[in-house]
């Protein structure tokens, strides 16, 4: 807390303000920059940009590029393709928007220095299946992080933001933000024309498979907290999509990707007795979603549907055949970089089970649910689309511009767009930036006004957590359980086991209904009024808290959201048992909410969806 315990407030004022520095971030970053040549630019991030976000480790593949220099697909091609994916529910202008971008931004990756992987044959980028390329990714993120770090007027490492501003000069529209530096304890209040959010999707909301000291082990990263919903929501933002949560088929226990092993080792899965399973799950799946089943590719959820149904039946556990594809030594080796580039951990796992894929063919499982924006799955906030093609009422001003005023988002944040992925991220950030940058020139002279009182009541609220740690400790001489305050981890574990036993998480099966979400509400409503207890013992269990507040109302969002909608849209991912069909008479839409934080009120409505690709 500094010298003597006291805490600096640290003003910092911007025309442009990014939250989180992963992929989208820096893509915001970096593009406000080129268009900005003379505003302020900053970027604040929680951890530090070097090593921040999803992509922290680094990747093997970029998962989203078009090829357009060389003919291979079109950016109809891609949103063809995601609506497919999600059972016919994208916002098309929003990823056309994105795919038409993308491949310019993987130039400028490899132009920074990305090593990427070409085929020796034709010169072009090698492809793991139609959208992935493969690259040498150790050090995607430092060198993403290099480009925005340059173009940013500065960066905030190590501030944990909290809550954002608003304008007092006029309703609705966004001033900046507060939160904290996770090492000094200083208060940092950033002033803002305008604030894009690009701070990561949802880890733990639902409880993980691996708890107790493996809580960690987790397929997203552990420490996407829901921030990118969180912060939005708060302020009034629109959400969609907020129950199409994702659950991932990966390997066991250390969640190593599969992409790579299915498109370019040609590996395929088998139950415990050494069968093809999918097959007999055709007539069952068609009976609930009907001709979506006979899609090409066939949508991810409904692959998981085959793999719970045959576990359920008693035949699993589901394996993937490696041992063919590992005689081969190249397949082998690509096998293991396959992790070592990435996902180290899934090595170390094997070899502490004694499973050496050559060998062995090891199992599958499938995660619990998390909720992302960029990945195969599409929650987030509702954004105004691109001028040129997007509908007229998803138009209603900036592109990439939420509900509310000067307020924009990209990657994870915004909802409707699935498969973007890294690239597409970095894309959006980009997209976002350009219209931010003509909002803050089109603002001109204009003046926001940020209220002292708000944000000194912020830091009352913010901080209490410490208070109340330093105060009731002294109720107790030893544990950590306390009459009089909540530690963070038991919050969250709290949160979890809720999550998971009402609102279709792993112990249900992914089963959820009315009944049970209702409870659900219920508990988390409880869970909410005990958050003015919550205790922190240091600077890091006070980003704990806060974090476990930003899930906290993400998870109510995916609550609401999960009632709301009325059907299986997407089986495999989660089921409401007293509407087990997908319903396209009635939900073939988008579900919206609008959180009021005066009264605690959500207020639900339908949206339509648009098909401007044929
Ligand atoms: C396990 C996994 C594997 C993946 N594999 C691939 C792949 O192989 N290929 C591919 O192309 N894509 C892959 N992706 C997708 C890709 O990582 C994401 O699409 C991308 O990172 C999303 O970008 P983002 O900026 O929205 O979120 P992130 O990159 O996660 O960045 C969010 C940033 O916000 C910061 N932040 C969060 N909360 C706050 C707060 N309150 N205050 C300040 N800062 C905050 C975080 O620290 C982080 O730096 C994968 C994703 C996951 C989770």
Known sequence: MGLFGGRKTVFVDADILVIGGGMAGCGATYESRYWGRDLKIVCVEKANIERSGAVAQGLYAINCYMGMQWGENQPEDHVRYARNDLMGLVREDLGYDIARHVDASVHLFEEWGLPMMRDPKTGQYQREGKWQIMIHGESYK????????????????????????????????????????????DYHVFRAKAVIVAAGGASHIFKPRAVGEGMGRTWYAPWSSGSCYALPIQVGAKMTQMENRIVLTRFKDGYGPVGAYFLHLKTYTQNGYGEEYEKRWYEDTKALVGDYVDHHPVPTCLRNHALLKEVAAGRGPIRMVTKEAFQDPHKETVGWENFLGMTIGQAVVWASQNIDPKHINPELTTSEPYVMGSHATCSGAWASGPEDCAPADYQWGYNRMMTVDGLFGAGDTIGGTAHKFSSGSFAEGRIAAKAAVRYVNDLGKTQLQVSEQEYRDLEKV???????????RNEIVAGTVSPSYLLPIQGLQRLEQLMDEYVGGISTNYMTNAVMLNRGLELLTMLKEDMSSMGAEDLHQLQRTWELQHRLLASESVTRHTLFRQETRWPGYYYRGDHMKLDDENWHCFTLSRYDRKTGEWAMEKAPVHHIID
């Open 142 to 185: 430092p060198i993403v992080a290099e480009a925005a770090r340059k173009a940013a007027t500065e960066v905030y490492n190590r501030i944990m933001v909290t809550h954002l501003l608003m304008d007092q000069s006029k309703a609705n529209r966004v001033a900046g933000a507060v939160g904290f530096n996770v090492r000094t304890g």
């Open 462 to 472: 913010i901080y209490q957590p410490l208070e109340n740690y330093r105060v009731g």
